[in-house]
Nanobody, 128 residues
Framework: EVQLQASGGGLVQAGGSLRLSCTAS????????IAWFRQAPGKEREEVSC????????YYTDSVKGRFTISSDNARNTVWLQINSLKPEDTAVYYC?????????????????????WGKGTLVTVSS
């Protein structure tokens, strides 16, 4: 059974930082795509970042480039999302998703939506 568990959300002041974690099991983690998405209140879910765990390539959407960093530890089946310089508009539920195809992480973030496995989200609230 595939499981994805996101954690690390919380309430933080604008300008602060958070590190979200996504721990996975049930598939070959070191040859997969792992992505982060977020959904703000009243808005559609949007892509944030993606990582190929086979070769370490990372991708970011324009809205988060420079502030968000995705990383992984294949030995721990864990992906992190470091979020710096938080803004109130970063308030959202953050989800991690995974797919056994490493190539699903690609320049076109719309492709990431096709990931097979989705976890429950973790809420990030940024106060102004």
């Amino acid at each position: 059974e595939v499981q994805l568990q996101a954690s690390g959300g919380g309430l933080v002041q604008a300008g602060g930082s958070l590190r979200l974690s996504c721990t996975a099991s049930g598939f070959r983690f070191d040859r997969s795509s792992i992505a982060w998405f977020r959904q703000a209140p009243g808005k559609e879910r949007e892509e944030v970042s993606c990582m190929r765990t086979d070769d370490g390539r990372t991708y970011y959407t324009d809205s988060v480039k420079g502030r968000f960093t995705i990383s992984s530890d294949n030995a721990r089946n864990t992906v992190w999302l470091q979020i710096n310089s938080l803004k109130p508009e970063d308030t959202a539920v953050y989800y991690c998703a995974a797919d056994p195809l490493p190539g699903l992480c690609y320049d076109d973030s719309r492709i990431w939506r096709g990931m097979d496995y989705w976890g429950k989200g973790t809420l990030v609230t940024v106060s102004s």
